[in-house]
């Protein structure tokens, strides 16, 4: 009676969570007693398919994952099986229904503060693993505990071509701080026509369908380039009522000016996320304001205009606002969380292997993820990957606290204030500065 009691609680729990975020991701937690905190967790299964059962949330690697589990089973005699999910599944949702079921994964993804937050007590404490000192990028709790396995790594930062750059002279590694930034522009907008460029930067403010990259990913070096990767010190500031730093942001806004300034005027305002990224794969663009992720869609929708353009070398700068500022902002976009379970010990040690050599080959050379991990003998067939590569080996990287942002800053406030600032209606940084100050203010206070 009383297990009754306490499913019956928790399809509760889950019924009013669900009706009060929507039905989305960041629903409320399966838990128990929401005055102690504890859990009211079924005790987990058993998976029906093999000893463990992983939920993996990117089906276009689900052949490669298959293909690591069979070379697991064959090592070690434990099976994994694996289970994708997309075509626009809610999989927080699924896995609410697994755990309902007593069917819960021993492994699954997770993609933000909100989907870990549904499992609050109820996952395994991975800070101790072997693979926990090979990597900055474990999702850790508010307690510091690592409760998310790394598996594949973006990176956010000034993309460059790398051809263009050496025609023109210039050396990336030299461009180390706002002066030599505009140096390196300035010259490259003289040698414009000699180096077939439309532009010095691809670079859109257009508010519409592209706030996201200038109110969330550009807004992200503001918040933590050049810093420790544990270092909060600018999104602690603005979790406290919308606080901006006026020195550091004015340093940002003077490098948004520059970018205003050389960009392409036909993207500035006005432009596509495909017509940014084509323009830089056809090497019209020495610099872009994307991250990693435009490597697959280089080599894929826009592969002919990239091959055309001679496959160039890219790389990545640091967004170097300040002289000295030597990061670029890398994360997981999701993790891998470990029920605790029977089955705890075996999930973790499939995940050690995982971080190993062997199942890095997988990882990296079969399902084409960039690395997190520092000891990682493989590069991914991916643009990017290289300098991603070289920049977590290095330990210079940054982290992406602008995922804990108050939701929708990006599309509320911030992108229509880049539009404006590239249109002149905010006319130079300071005002920039005083406007982003007021406004995000004013919208932590609602």
Same mark, same amino acid.
């Given at each position: 009676?009383?297990?009754?009691?306490?499913?019956?609680?928790?399809?509760?729990?889950?019924?009013?969570?669900?009706?009060?975020?929507?039905?989305?991701?960041?629903?409320?937690?399966?838990?128990?007693?929401?005055?102690?905190?504890?859990?009211?967790?079924?005790?987990?299964?058993?998976?029906?398919?093999?000893?463990?059962? /992983?939920?993996?949330?990117?089906?276009?690697?689900?052949?490669?994952?298959?293909?690591?589990?069979?070379?697991?089973?064959?090592?070690?005699?434990?099976?994994?099986?694996?289970?994708?999910?997309?075509?626009?599944?809610?999989?927080?949702?699924? /896995?609410?229904?697994?755990?309902?079921?007593?069917?819960?994964?021993?492994?699954?993804?997770?993609?933000?503060?909100?989907?870990?937050?549904?499992?609050?007590?109820? /996952?395994?404490?991975?800070?101790? =693993?072997?693979?926990?000192?090979?990597?900055?990028?474990?999702?850790?709790?508010?307690?510091?505990?690592?409760?998310?396995?790394?598996?594949?790594?973006?990176?956010?930062?000034?993309?460059?071509?790398?051809?263009?750059?050496?025609?023109?002279?210039?050396?990336?590694?030299?461009?180390?701080?706002?002066?030599?930034?505009?140096?390196?522009?300035?010259?490259?907008?003289?040698?414009?026509?000699?180096?077939?460029?439309?532009?010095?930067?691809?670079?859109?403010?257009?508010?519409?369908?592209?706030?996201?990259?200038?109110?969330?990913?550009?807004?992200?070096?503001?918040?933590?380039?050049?810093?420790?990767?544990?270092?909060?010190?600018?999104?602690?500031?603005?979790?406290?009522?919308?606080?901006?730093?006026?020195?550091?942001?004015?340093?940002?806004?003077?490098?948004?000016?520059?970018?205003?300034?050389?960009?392409?005027?036909? /993207?500035?305002?006005?432009?596509?996320?495909?017509?940014?990224?084509?323009?830089?794969?056809?090497?019209?663009?020495?610099?872009?304001?994307?991250?990693?992720?435009?490597?697959?869609?280089?080599?894929?929708?826009?592969?002919?205009?990239?091959?055309?353009?001679?496959?160039?070398?890219?790389?990545?700068?640091?967004?170097?606002?300040?002289?000295?500022?030597?990061?670029?902002?890398?994360?997981?976009?999701?993790?891998?969380?470990?029920? =605790?379970?029977?089955?705890?010990?075996?999930?973790?040690?499939?995940?050690?292997?995982?971080?190993?050599?062997?199942?890095?080959?997988?990882?990296? =050379?079969?399902?084409?993820?960039?690395?997190?991990?520092?000891?990682?003998?493989?590069?991914?067939?991916?643009?990017?990957?290289?300098?991603?590569?070289?920049?977590?080996?290095?330990?210079?990287?940054?982290?992406?606290?602008?995922?804990?942002?108050?939701?929708?800053?990006?599309?509320?406030?911030?992108?229509?204030?880049?539009?404006?600032?590239?249109?002149?209606?905010?006319?130079?940084?300071?005002?920039?500065?005083?406007?982003?100050?007021?406004?995000?203010?004013?919208?932590?206070?609602?």
């Amino acid at each position: 009676m009383k297990k009754k009691l306490m499913a019956l609680a928790l399809v509760s729990a889950m019924v009013l969570g669900l009706t009060a975020c929507g039905g989305g991701a960041s629903s409320s937690a399966p838990a128990g007693d929401a005055g102690t905190g504890e859990a009211a967790a079924p005790a987990a299964t058993a998976s029906t398919d093999g000893d463990i059962r /992983l939920v993996n949330g990117k089906i276009e690697v689900d052949a490669a994952l298959k293909a690591a589990a069979a070379a697991y089973k064959e090592e070690t005699g434990v099976s994994v099986a694996i289970e994708s999910m997309g075509g626009g599944v809610n999989i927080q949702d699924t /896995l609410k229904g697994y755990y309902q079921a007593d069917n819960m994964p021993d492994i699954f993804v997770c993609g933000s503060d909100a989907d870990f937050g549904n499992w609050t007590g109820l /996952l395994a404490d991975l800070s101790n =693993e072997p693979w926990a000192a090979d990597t900055d990028a474990g999702y850790k709790d508010a307690d510091g505990k690592i409760i998310g396995f790394p598996y594949t790594t973006e990176a956010i930062g000034l993309a460059y071509n790398a051809d263009i750059l050496e025609k023109a002279g210039i050396d990336p590694a030299s461009i180390t701080g706002p002066e030599s930034m505009k140096a390196a522009f300035e010259t490259l907008d003289a040698k414009k026509d000699e180096l077939g460029l439309t532009a010095v930067i691809g670079w859109c403010c257009e508010a519409k369908d592209l706030y996201w990259s200038t109110g969330s990913h550009s807004f992200a070096n503001y918040l933590d380039a050049g810093l420790d990767r544990d270092d909060t010190t600018y999104s602690d500031m603005l979790a406290d009522g919308g606080k901006i730093d006026a020195e550091r942001f004015q340093h940002y806004a003077e490098m948004v000016a520059l970018f205003n300034q050389y960009s392409d005027p036909a /993207l500035l305002t006005s432009g596509t996320y495909d017509q940014q990224i084509l323009g830089f794969a056809s090497g019209k663009y020495a610099f872009v304001t994307q991250g990693s992720w435009i490597g697959a869609t280089m080599t894929s929708d826009d592969k002919a205009e990239y091959e055309a353009a001679g496959n160039f070398k890219v790389g990545m700068i640091p967004y170097a606002f300040e002289e000295g500022i030597d990061t670029i902002l890398t994360n997981s976009p999701s993790w891998w969380a470990v029920f =605790e379970s029977d089955n705890t010990q075996k999930a973790k040690d499939f995940l050690t292997w995982l971080a190993g050599d062997a199942g890095q080959k997988f990882l990296v =050379e079969d399902a084409g993820f960039i690395s997190p991990f520092k000891s990682c003998a493989y590069v991914a067939d991916d643009p990017f990957a290289q300098t991603i590569t070289d920049y977590t080996a290095a330990g210079k990287t940054s982290s992406w606290h602008w995922l804990k942002n108050k939701a929708s800053l990006d599309q509320n406030v911030l992108g229509q204030l880049y539009l404006d600032y590239a249109l002149g209606s905010i006319p130079d940084a300071a005002t920039f500065t005083q406007v982003v100050s007021d406004q995000v203010a004013n919208y932590y206070a609602q």
